[in-house]
């Protein structure tokens, strides 16, 4: 997984009283985007054993449709890693009373985005194989998908899909131009905020050196945008 990106994005930086509980939930670092009024906070999230349903369980009554879709089409190898960041997403945005958007996404098939407001989760984009989900406002679309290759059948939704409340099942679509890489984080990170796009994401090249400060962390050892940050860090004390 040489390309992949994690986090949460975030409009505000996380206020000193925040710190100490944040600290107890996980391990993280905090970037600050140079030049920009925007925060990145990254997660030491341990990776679900595969068909470890725990954390399933746990994001199904933050989006119950997406949480059965992503039961359906999935399978007992894959450890679904979205949910402990789904999870994880809408917790850190009550607890620092913001909206904040949570991705995870590599060039494997992990593609995953999530906003979450005080209130709750408002919007989710991922990929299960050849199938596109947008949850939204209690809605879930599902398009089936290919390449743009003739002779590449398109793929059977499963029945099963039909059973879930207010779901959508569209026509199957060809793809012109291929799967794009991370491309449901880029559509979500584009609206977010302003300046998101000097991180790269979309691209291989990733976070360019002097993009990110580091300004907190805490039993986090290693970063996917560790060769981003260009300057120490910043005592939080």
């Given at each position: 997984?040489?390309?992949?990106?994690?986090?949460?994005?975030?409009?505000?930086?996380?206020?000193?009283?925040?710190?100490?509980?944040?600290?107890?939930?996980?391990?993280?670092?905090?970037?600050?985007?140079?030049?920009?009024?925007?925060?990145?906070?990254?997660?030491?999230?341990?990776?679900?054993?595969?068909?470890?349903?725990?954390?399933?369980?746990?994001?199904?009554?933050?989006a119950?449709s997406?949480?059965?879709?992503?039961?359906?089409?999935?399978?007992?190898?894959?450890?679904?890693?979205?949910?402990?960041?789904?999870t994880?997403?809408?917790?850190?945005?009550?607890?620092?009373?913001?909206?904040?958007?949570?991705?995870?996404?590599?060039?494997?098939?992990?593609?995953?985005?999530?906003?979450?407001?005080?209130?709750?989760?408002?919007?989710?984009?991922?990929?299960?194989?050849?199938?596109?989900?947008?949850?939204?406002?209690?809605?879930?679309?599902?398009?089936?998908?290919?390449?743009?290759?003739?002779?590449?059948?398109?793929?059977?939704?499963?029945?099963?899909?039909?059973?879930?409340?207010?779901?959508?099942v569209?026509?199957?679509?060809?793809?012109?131009?291929?799967?794009?890489?991370?491309?449901?984080?880029?559509?979500?990170?584009?609206?977010?905020?302003?300046?998101?796009?000097m991180?790269?994401?979309?691209?291989?090249?990733?976070?360019?050196?002097?993009?990110?400060?580091?300004?907190?962390?805490?039993?986090?050892?290693?970063?996917?945008?560790?060769?981003?940050?260009?300057?120490?860090?910043?005592?939080?004390?």
């Open positions: 997984m040489a390309h992949r990106i994690q986090g949460v994005l975030l409009k505000q930086r996380p206020g000193e009283a925040a710190l100490p509980e944040l600290q107890r939930r996980y391990g993280y670092k905090l970037f600050e985007m140079v030049g920009l009024e925007l925060w990145l906070l990254d997660l030491d999230m341990p990776v679900p054993k595969p068909g470890d349903r725990a954390a399933i369980r746990a994001a199904r009554p933050l119950p997406y949480v059965d879709a992503l039961r359906v089409l999935g399978s007992e190898e894959q450890s679904f890693e979205q949910a402990p960041w789904l994880a997403t809408a917790a850190i945005s009550k607890l620092l009373d913001q909206i904040a958007l949570g991705f995870l996404s590599d060039d494997q098939g992990l593609d995953f985005a999530a906003i979450a407001t005080p209130d709750g989760v408002s919007v989710i984009g991922d990929t299960i194989g050849p199938f596109l989900l947008r949850w939204e406002s209690g809605t879930l679309m599902i398009q089936p998908y290919s390449k743009n290759d003739p002779d590449e059948e398109m793929p059977d939704a499963p029945e099963e899909l039909s059973l879930i409340p207010n779901a959508t569209l026509e199957p679509e060809r793809l012109s131009g291929g799967y794009p890489l991370h491309g449901n984080v880029v559509a979500e990170t584009h609206g977010f905020a302003l300046g998101v796009e991180l790269g994401i979309g691209t291989t090249s990733f976070g360019p050196a002097g993009s990110l400060r580091l300004v907190a962390d805490e039993r986090m050892d290693h970063s996917v945008w560790d060769r981003a940050a260009a300057a120490r860090r910043e005592k939080t004390e």
